[in-house]
């Protein structure tokens, strides 16, 4: 396997794409795959991959972070807050901005560079023509979703477990009141570990049921860091996602686990918290929560 993928990064980085000969005879390409295809062509597919993949994880998660940093500053929102009495300070934000960016750079830079030649003997498409349609796509992030969840519910547990909590996780858990930024605040270990529920879940789907196109990769990807940074935002919203399906776990759910460092453990959905038992605690402080309202309405 190893031998495989060093010849298919030698192979990557030797050659360059020509268009003229990925587009079928007699095909039209509309106009988005026009746009993706002219971004590769003439240029190392490597290299194009890993630098567009870099850039769209960097303006997702940081353009993401900006609605939730502007509430910060408008009293309006102050009542969404779940832990109000808590401020984000500057000093706070810097601490985890120079993480982020070792981060970023230094492990999570690498780790793209190094998906796609393994991604492309699993069965992944980057140029391939036609791209996915939108149902295609919207199944396979579904599966994505529920596959990465999986995978995130049971690491956190084992990341809950004292030396490899002391010793890892620790890190992450050091903002109780989690905001935006924090989503990706973590030891190098369990950005690594993690991230491997995000890129595995397509690559075990190329394994096991069929293709998945670099374009789906990137809309799930996309999606995965919107959900992680509402989860870490410390907002709750009269419109967030939780509100209108109930088995989203959201930044309600997530807040929760940071403030008392015990349940919550899923990622993006609340039922393997509930079928194991692990949100029984979270469960007392909603309705300890709920009886206080109702004593103070």
């Known amino acids: 396997m190893l031998e495989a993928v060093i010849d298919n990064v030698r192979e990557m980085l030797s050659t360059t794409v020509d268009v003229s000969q990925i587009i079928p005879q007699g095909y039209e390409p509309n106009w988005f795959e026009r746009t993706w295809l002219s971004m590769f062509d003439g240029r ?42 808590k401020e984000v300070t500057a000093a706070m934000q810097w601490k985890c901005l120079k993480s982020l960016l070792f981060s970023h750079f230094i492990i999570e830079g690498p780790l793209m560079l190094g998906f796609l030649p393994v991604a492309k003997l699993a069965g992944i498409r980057t140029t391939e ?5 939108w149902a295609e796509m919207a199944v396979q992030i579904a599966v994505f979703f529920v596959l990465e969840d999986f995978w995130h519910y049971w690491i956190h547990r084992l990341f809950h477990w004292g030396p490899l909590y002391r010793g ?25 570990i993690f991230g491997q529920g995000t890129i595995g879940g397509p690559i075990l789907y190329c394994r096991l049921v069929g293709s998945v196109h670099a374009v789906t990769m990137f809309a799930w990807i996309w999606l995965r860091l919107f959900q992680a940074i509402d989860a870490h935002s410390g907002y709750d ?4 996602l939780h509100n209108f ?3 989203w776990a959201g930044a309600d759910h997530h807040d929760y686990h940071h403030a008392s460092f ?23 402080h909603k309705a300890r929560q709920a009886k206080l309202k109702a004593k103070t309405a």
Request: charged share 15%.
């Open 44 to 85: 190392n597919e490597l290299l194009t991959f890993t630098v567009i993949a870099f850039l769209m994880h960097e303006a997702v998660y940081f353009g993401r972070y900006l609605p939730f940093l502007v509430c910060d500053y408008i009293p309006a929102f102050r009542k969404y807050k779940i832990q109000g009495g």
């Open 129 to 133: 023509l036609p791209l996915p349609g």
């Open 168 to 192: 890892v996780h620790k890190i992450h858990h050091e903002f109780s009141s989690p905001f935006g930024l924090t989503a990706e605040y973590a030891h190098p270990l369990e950005t690594i």
């Open 237 to 240: 919203f009269p419109w967030s």
């Open 245 to 247: 399906m109930p088995f």
């Open 262 to 284: 015990v349940n919550n453990f899923s990622s993006s959905f609340r039922w393997w918290d509930t079928l194991f038992g692990t949100d029984s605690k979270y469960h007392a």
